[in-house]
């Protein structure tokens, strides 16, 4: 019925209508009857292709790529570059296309000085073959150019950090006056191509309320909050715990492990920080006894760090920050700063608490008054477990379903 009415509207009149229906919006009606049509039928059978920015590091948002490509196993995922010894094994069988920056020297170590090159990168992947592509980025990977029919959906680990709070960035690295002067033009440009790049998205998902609201500011657009999954499998709570308190991080600037450190220097109490960076050196030279720094250890040895320390320390500003729900998987509860990821993760009195100022005082008076004794294992492990990978994956498989069936409808009714 809907279809014959449309095809009575003149063909002029009827192309205008159906542009403007896919920038705003589809009817809600039509999006009911569309998704419950498509149950009926079963799943979707689509041809999906997944962008990220570049491989040559393993993290975060590592880890929300495996999630994704679990769900959509048969996808290429397209990279910018792709260094194999820096990533798991596993990666080694994924059918991953690069770009022709991937043959320059040096870049898959050391990617930060070609990033001008990044936007002529992603835009030369042909994605024309594809009924969805799906980015994950924190930078780059959501300017590929899609045509029109394919639907290009945005996992956004958060707007570039070193684009729009350079100022904050410049201080953490350490950036001196020539080369800040040197840094400013090629951000300025950056900056302009990456809020354009923001308009060939059609939907954003944020993985935070605070990516969310960076999202509204930058790119002046509205997004869906999927939080990144996290393998709550791996951890179980013990049956007790002992004296040490515990940080799991790469030791880099913005992490803010120095707040931890000078906090714990002040306070006494044994502090245990688990991973490797560039500011291992200048962290241990601050560091007193009772901090010990383990280097990075297997998931056997993380699993029991985590399952018997007194709390777990968040001490930054972070995007969203699995490893604190890894902690409160394994039962424990987290102090963690009060901005970011955090405040969607962290119940006040419940799975932890929050320090309120980005100083090793405020953070010493919590730890100072805490009492692991007030908070319950099971409770902490149950509420870790709504960040779940399964979670995380049928939230995501419904979003891309539902917007793709809504997105083909436009289509076919033109």
Known sequence: MLKSTLQSIPTTVRCTLCDEVRRIFLPSLLISCIITSSQREGALHLKLAICVSWLNQYGGA????????????DAPIYTTIYWPQAM???????????????????????????????????????????DVVLSITSAFAHGIITPPETLHICYCLT???FLWNYQSYAQREGLGRLV??????????????????????????????????????????????????VETARFHPADGYDDYFLVVSRLIPYKRIDLAVLAFNE??????????GRDRAALQSLARPNIEFVGWVDDEALQGLLSRTRAFIFPGLEDFGIAPLEAMAAGRPVIAYAGGGALDTVQPGVTGEFFTEPTPESLAG???????????????RRHAEQFDRAVFQQKL?????????????VFEMC
């Open 366 to 380: 919590v730890v100072r008054e805490f009492d692991p004794t007030r908070y319950d294992p099971a409770t902490i």
């Open 62 to 73: 590592e880890k929300v790529l495996e999630a994704a490509h679990g769900l959509f196993p």
């Open 267 to 276: 306070l006494g109490l044994p502090l245990k920080i688990v991973g490797e």
């Open 180 to 229: 800040d002067i040197a840094l400013r033009p090629t951000l300025n440009y950056l900056r302009l191509w990456d809020r354009l790049a923001a308009d060939r998205v059609d939907h954003f998902i944020a993985i935070s309320g605070e990516v969310q609201r960076r999202i509204r500011k930058y790119y002046r657009r509205g997004s869906t909050i999927i939080y990144p999954p």
């Open 88 to 130: 798991p094994a596993a990666y080694r069988v994924w059918d991953i296309r690069v770009s022709a920056l991937n043959r320059l020297p040096f870049i898959r170590r050391h990617h930060q000085p070609f990033l001008p090159l990044y936007p002529l990168a992603v835009e030369s992947f042909d994605l024309s073959a594809y």
């Open 397 to 409: 498989g419904q979003f891309v379903e539902e917007r793709f069936t809504a997105h083909r409808a």
């Open 159 to 161: 707007p570039a950090r």
